[in-house]
């Protein structure tokens, strides 16, 4: 059940992505480097994703002064793939013309993007290497998911303007409310899958696993 949550969450998380891309009012300073690259530079957005995660694994390491962690690869190679696909249908199925249709878009981008992320982070499997460096900085500022998200965001936007990436007022709302959205959802759906989890799992199994992902 663990497993099958992640790749909902994921599925989720590309889904918002592909939205606030398809919304044409900017997306995240992250995506919008993506983009950027995509566009300038040639391969899929979902291309630019596994490679840029390549990198970030790296920084990571260094961060944590521990050996790479090479699953989270894999989830970005689930991501890109995701991303690509979701790109692939939405396009063929309607792409907003409409200022109203195209908020309406962002919005429920933001916040499936929001919900989509929670959710795989909280089964603990291997975080896309950019959310990994968000709990990370977390970690090693002892503050919040939405001052470390926010900080990454600021990072991301400069290397987005370089390469001419889509920037724009859903750039700056992603920047302001993408934070406060993850954590609104992270306490959500902890009891969420809390209750998920336990119910699908036998109590001495459930237990260790909580053990394990709290010595995490």
């Given amino acids: 059940m663990k497993y099958v949550l992640f790749v909902f969450g994921i599925l989720l998380l590309t889904l918002g992505i592909s ?53 989270g690869l894999l989830t970005a190679f689930i991501t890109g793939i995701g991303i690509d696909m979701w790109l692939f249908l939405l396009k063929n199925v ?10 309406i878009y962002f919005g429920i981008g933001l916040v499936v993007i929001g919900l989509g992320t929670a959710i795989y982070l909280q089964t603990n499997f291997a975080p896309i290497p950019v959310d990994r460096l968000t709990l990370i900085i977390q970690e090693l500022t002892r503050t919040n998911l939405f001052f470390s998200r926010t900080i990454i965001y600021l990072v991301f936007l400069i290397m987005a303007l370089i390469f001419h990436g889509p920037i724009g007022i859903g750039t700056l709302l992603t920047v302001c409310l993408g934070g406060l959205l993850l954590n609104f959802f992270m306490a959500i759906t902890e009891k969420l899958l809390d209750r998920i989890l336990s119910n699908s799992t036998p109590a001495s199994n459930y237990d260790t696993d909580k053990k394990h992902s709290m010595m995490k």
């Avoid at 309607?94 to 908020?103: A, C, D, F, N, Q």
């Fill in 19 to 71: 939205f606030t891309i398809q919304s044409d009012l900017g997306t995240s300073p992250f995506d919008a480097l993506l983009v950027g690259l995509s566009n300038n530079v040639g391969l899929t957005v979902g291309s630019w994703e596994i490679l840029i995660a390549f990198l970030l694994i790296g920084c990571n390491s260094i961060l944590k002064r521990q050996k790479p962690e090479i699953l």
């Fill in 94 to 103: 309607i792409t907003p013309e409409l200022w109203v249709s195209k908020v």
